[in-house]
């Protein structure tokens, strides 16, 4: 099974931006990318305790925060589309973090999402025919 290449991976491949430039991105992503839990105690739906137990859950298999926190009772569904919902309102994506430090422009942005795309769907493809 071959690694999924990831967006910053192939810009620096492409050379469109530099190992600085995706780090800064992320740093910038890290610093406004608020976690779920964290949303969920803003809007007094969970309790810090509460997401640090859903945490700990989270470190023993995959599964989403908000599926742990519906199966231990802290959340109900409409609770959890909320957190989300107000999680996306805010989310700051990678390649716009990237054109908001000036590492790229915005068309180069489209540009390069548009090719690594159509990269991703050909590595499918072909991994689907094997």
Do not use: W
């Not at 422009?105 to 499918?124: G, I, P, T, Y």
């Amino acid at each position: 099974m071959t690694k999924r290449l990831l967006f910053g991976q192939y810009l620096l491949q492409q050379g469109k931006v530099t190992p600085r430039d995706v780090d800064l991105a992320s740093s910038l992503q890290r610093k406004r990318n608020r976690p779920f839990g964290r949303i969920a105690v803003s809007l007094g739906y969970m309790t810090p305790e509460q997401v640090d137990q859903v945490l700990s859950r989270q470190e023993e298999g995959y599964a989403l925060f908000g599926e742990i926190a519906i199966a231990e009772g802290f959340l109900a569904r409409e609770q959890v589309a909320a957190v989300l919902k107000e999680q996306e309102r805010h989310h700051l994506y990678f390649g716009e973090a990237l054109v908001e430090i000036g590492a790229i422009s915005m068309e180069d942005l489209q540009r390069a999402l548009r090719d690594f795309n159509r990269l991703v769907l050909r590595e499918a493809r072909t991994m689907g025919s094997e």
